[in-house]
């Protein structure tokens, strides 16, 4: 448990009025009445959530916090020493009670699930517009849809698309609309990159492509993350505790190693494209550019035979770069490939979009003979933020990159593809 001079709060204040507030603040005193706090993100998932696990052995909470579904809570959890929170709004989804007790009152333990307050309020609308597409985007989400602060709203996560065109937003979410908008956005600058688009744990709406979300400076570039690799590292506060490779293999990848796309004109007649009978668009030629290799074999991707077709209708000229945004968008996978999952300490910055530095101690790199592919920048996918009665906070994040220093005495160096 947590010492009475713990730096690690947890405060969760409801947003009714005096009289009906519900206002849990551990900012002062030790978490205690806690069984488990998870604050969770990511780039695939539009909303954050939270969910909260507290013991009910008499009933008392049961009867008397009563939080309702659409009540709204500002939830913080951080380090009260530096003021480094992880803080967003939400809105309760469910309130349960599990693990019930065979007692003479109805006892168990509270379970709360939580979505963000945008969430709340993305109602089914019906708009028009002729603009960019990021400009709809803002607009979505600003003050007259789903209420994110302009603070929120920025330039760096939020990447410009080219091409004015009319879009429709026919009796539907903003979440909804928006996510189908990320598979037409387009950019010269990255135009062979898939877009993202989600709002992290602390409340900032990304829609960018992976290629620019890349380009992001690291959250800790001065103080990279570091696998343990002697006893004594194992105590840095920028120490990896746990690690798992995490891959998508040859089930997703090989759709993708030499994909054959289809347009047609008005009339429905294929249009022919730059091999004669529809375009080829090869795995390659979507994962970030870089220095490095990546891990697919050359041998295994050849000119001559697709790997998989789709046939995506009729396209006008004019719609080109929304044809080619769409096809990028099969490859987000392929782009994320490797990926691996790290247990960290607690970090307030550590939420999706963000880009870590990670390092492989020399002791390590000497030991097993390579490891070099582990250096270098990734860009965090998925972050779960944990606190319970029994533990300090720490944090748990998916990463991924795309390419590799693949180190000399790598058998299969000369057969990656670059």
């Known amino acids: 448990m947590p010492t ?9 204040i409801s947003e009714t009025s005096d009289s009906g507030k519900i206002a849990l603040d551990y900012s002062n005193e030790p978490m205690t009445i806690w069984k488990k706090v998870l ?7 539009f909303y954050p959530s939270l969910e909260i696990i507290l013991p009910d052995d008499f009933g008392f909470i049961s009867d008397v916090m009563v939080a ?47 979505t963000s307050y945008h ?8 708009m028009a517009w002729n603009d960019t597409i990021s400009n709809i985007v803002k607009e979505l989400c600003g003050q007259k849809g789903l209420k994110l602060e302009n603070s929120k709203i920025k330039d760096d996560y939020v990447e410009a698309t080219d091409g004015k065109d009319v879009w429709y937003q026919i009796n539907e979410t903003a979440e909804s609309c928006i996510k189908k908008l990320a598979k037409r956005a387009f950019s010269q600058t990255y135009e062979k990159s898939p877009y993202l688009t989600f709002i992290n744990a602390n409340g900032e709406l990304y829609f960018s492509s ?7 400076p690291p959250i800790n570039k001065d103080n990279p993350y570091t696998f343990s690799g002697q006893e004594d590292q194992s105590y840095s506060p920028w120490a990896i505790k746990n690690v798992y490779t995490i891959q998508g293999g040859l089930e997703i990848n090989y759709p993708n190693y030499n994909k054959k796309t289809f347009t047609r004109d008005k009339s429905g007649v294929v249009n022919t494209g730059t091999s004669g009978d529809g375009e080829v ?11 490095g290799s990546t891990f697919f074999r050359q041998d295994l991707i050849t000119d001559t035979i697709p790997t998989d077709f789709d046939d995506f209708g009729i396209y006008e000229d004019k719609d080109r770069q929304f044809y080619k945004a769409f096809v990028n968008s099969l490859f987000i996978d392929s782009t994320l490939y490797l990926r691996l999952e790290i247990t960290v300490n607690f970090n307030y910055q ?15 790199k000497e030991k097993s003979g390579g490891a070099k592919e582990y250096d270098g920048e990734w860009l965090i996918l998925n972050s779960r933020h944990f606190y319970d009665k029994d533990l300090t906070p720490f944090t748990r994040l998916v990463i991924a990159k795309s390419r590799f220093i693949i180190d000399s005495t790598n058998p299969f160096k000369n057969r990656l593809l670059s």
């Open 4 to 12: 009475p001079d713990s730096p690690y709060i947890f405060s969760f």
């Open 119 to 126: 969430n709340l309020q993305d109602v089914r609308n019906s």
């Open 281 to 291: 668009s090869k795995i390659n030629d979507h994962i970030t550019k870089g220095s």
């Open 210 to 216: 992976i290629d620019k979300m890349f380009k992001n």
């Open 68 to 114: 309702m579904e659409g009540m709204t809570f500002t939830a913080k959890i951080g380090d009260k020493t530096n003021n480094e929170f992880i803080e967003h709004k939400y809105a309760v989804q469910k309130n349960e009670l599990i693990h019930v007790k065979n007692t003479t009152h109805l006892s168990g333990d509270v379970l709360l699930n939580l």
């Open 350 to 364: 550590a939420v999706s979009g963000k880009v870590i530095t990670l390092k492989v101690p020399s002791n390590i």
């Open 39 to 45: 604050v969770m993100d990511s780039v695939f998932n």
